[in-house]
């Protein structure tokens, strides 16, 4: 019998599973902005905090905003003394640097929201999937795209797209290799559907189902010792404000 798993604590899943596999990326854009003592971060769709915490760790001052109340708090836990709003922008800036690590759905529909706390000549930072196929990933959120009877992530919005909205152009980006590796299937379900990628899928369909997809579209990523591992590459842009 297939384990239940679905909708399983999916923030802490995301804190204790999931978030530290885009740790590379998070690495790539502070070594090349220079993060580090002085810099003033802010992390738009701060999640549960770990890159916040990895900029603190640099010397950075850092703030957060994030829409999931229960990712918010588990931030919080981790950085007590930090600014951290559910809505709006945290007090504090303005910031040189701005990011939005986890997409333009962390954004909500103001993408404009990438330059308010910005200082001017600051820079924005917006990340996002590589390439669907330097993804293996990307065959996992086909299920959830057609489970939910709506577009999957390679269909949205471009990085540079969004960046226009906001009246900024790129000026830089990088691709950084992201790899997803799970210590079985189970932890790999879990982290998966901790993403939020999956959402708009368990609302449409019935969760034992997504589950049991997920569960298959995962077993190709499965190794002889029970492990998943999934190559993936992470694009991003940075922008300067004007």
Known sequence: MTPTLVRHHPARDWAEIQERMLVPLYEAVYDRLGVGPGSRVLGLGCGSGLALLMAAARGARVAGADRDAARLALARERLPE???????????????????????????????VLTRS??????????????AERCATSSVL?????????????ERGGLGTVLGAAGLRAAGAGRVSCPFGYADRESAVRGLLSTGEFDAAL?????????????????PYARGDGTVWMPNVFRYVVARTP
């Open 203 to 219: 609302a449409a369909a019935d969760p034992e189902r997504v589950e049991k997809e997920l569960l298959e579209a995962v077993e």
């Open 142 to 154: 086909r299920v959830a795209a057609r489970l939910a009877g709506g577009r999957g992530p390679a």
């Open 118 to 131: 910005a200082e001017r000549g600051g820079a924005v930072v917006l990340a996002g999937w590589g390439p």
């Open 82 to 112: 930090v600014p951290l709003t559910p809505s709006g922008l945290p007090e504090g800036g303005p910031y040189d640097v701005v990011t939005a690590f986890h997409g333009p759905a962390a954004l909500g529909p103001d993408p404009a």
